[in-house]
């Protein structure tokens, strides 16, 4: 049976009887350690109670604003999802390797080392970064919480500097999944020489908080800037998954599972290349409200929603030319149609001889 020795003995005793549950569960887990080798079967009853520790054991309460008293973040005791995500290949990979660390983290721990602690999100806005970490939350059956940036953002860069901590403290109190959105405004460069000296060290702060996570939760940083962050960021995520607008194959799968059909949703594609996510729920979500109210199909109306929508993109010729072999085929003149759409009377020619050759 290993030896333990009482110095180390009575400093874990210590750490428990004092609240500090980080450093209890550090020196538990030498203790897991040393244990492997000499009794697997206490190391892993051991390793599975520290990994079990309930939720719903905390030591602090929700952080707030010392100034104004509104809560810090925001915390979803249970996440539940509008509708399934659609990952590319490369993504889903890598949140199913998070989701795998984290579900085998005893295994790990036996070995003495942990399971994904710090994700890095980036790209663009309505890439799916936030609803990655809502899927994260939901798959391991964590809370979800969620910085609240226009609360923790103070004039004081000092104050703000404290909530950024309270948050990241409250959130090491249990297990629970912590997404810092829009991080590049608490993790901006430090060399630039119109920052203070207070910001400086409010980035300091927050690249301590980091190292300092347990890999019991899951923290998340999502940024659309990541070109802002500071370079000492980077080392300290595990993990970086780079989001960015959906491909036209991916487009294709979004649309089928909007019920569109396979035919239309194939033409529909390439004419949504560029669009986000969040830009195409709008548009499935527009059309389907104006086929409602106006009696007419849904595919109908969200070929011309696009074109009406996304009339400066790469896909708005496609969306133009059905529009105009709608009104065509409704026996509207080529010159009525060319007046309604703003474009040139043998434009809409060119485009029906099109149509006819095809």
């Not at 994904?116 to 999100?121: D, G, N, S, V």
Request: with cysteine.
């Amino acid at each position: 049976m290993v030896q333990i020795d009482e110095k180390e003995l009575s400093l874990l005793f210590q750490q428990g009887i004092q609240g500090n549950a980080s450093s209890f569960v550090l020196l538990a887990r030498r203790l897991v350690s040393r244990l492997k080798k000499s009794d697997p079967s206490a190391a892993q009853v051991l390793a599975e109670t520290l990994l079990s520790m309930p939720a719903t054991t905390r030591s602090v309460t929700q952080p707030v604003d010392a100034d104004s008293r509104r809560g810090l973040l925001r915390e979803d005791a249970s996440v539940v999802l509008q509708y399934e995500p659609i990952w590319p290949p490369e993504i889903a990979s890598k949140l199913a390797r998070v989701i795998e660390e984290r579900k085998l983290a005893t295994k790990l721990r036996l070995s003495n080392l942990e399971p994904i602690k710090a994700l890095l999100f980036k790209g663009p806005p309505g890439v799916g970064k936030t609803m990655a970490c809502q899927w994260l939350a939901r798959e391991l059956g964590l809370p979800l919480l969620t910085l609240d940036l226009a609360t923790v953002m103070s004039s004081l860069l000092g104050k703000t500097g404290t909530n950024v901590r309270a948050v990241i403290d409250y959130g090491r109190e249990f297990p629970c999944v912590l997404l810092l959105d829009e991080f590049d405004s608490i993790a901006k460069r430090r060399d630039d020489d119109r920052d203070v000296g207070e910001l400086k060290r409010l980035v300091t702060v927050l690249l301590q908080a980091i190292d300092e996570w347990p890999s019991t939760s899951l923290l998340v940083a999502a940024t659309n800037h990541p070109e802002l962050l500071d370079p000492a960021v980077w080392r300290r995520f595990d993990l970086q998954l780079e989001f960015d607008v959906p491909s036209e194959q991916a487009i294709t799968q979004f649309l089928l599972a909007e019920d569109v059909s396979a035919a239309a949703a194939k033409e529909l594609a390439s004419s949504y290349i560029g669009s986000s996510y969040a830009d195409l729920r709008r548009f499935v979500q527009g059309a389907r409200k104006v086929a409602v109210l106006s009696d007419r199909p849904f595919e109908e109306v969200l070929a011309e929603e696009g074109l009406n929508a996304a009339a400066d993109s790469q896909g708005s010729t496609f969306l133009r030319d059905v529009k105009i072999r709608k009104l065509a085929a409704e026996g509207v003149s080529h010159r009525d149609i060319a007046q309604q759409l703003g474009i040139s009377h043998p434009t809409v020619g060119r485009t029906l001889k099109k149509g006819t050759r095809n």
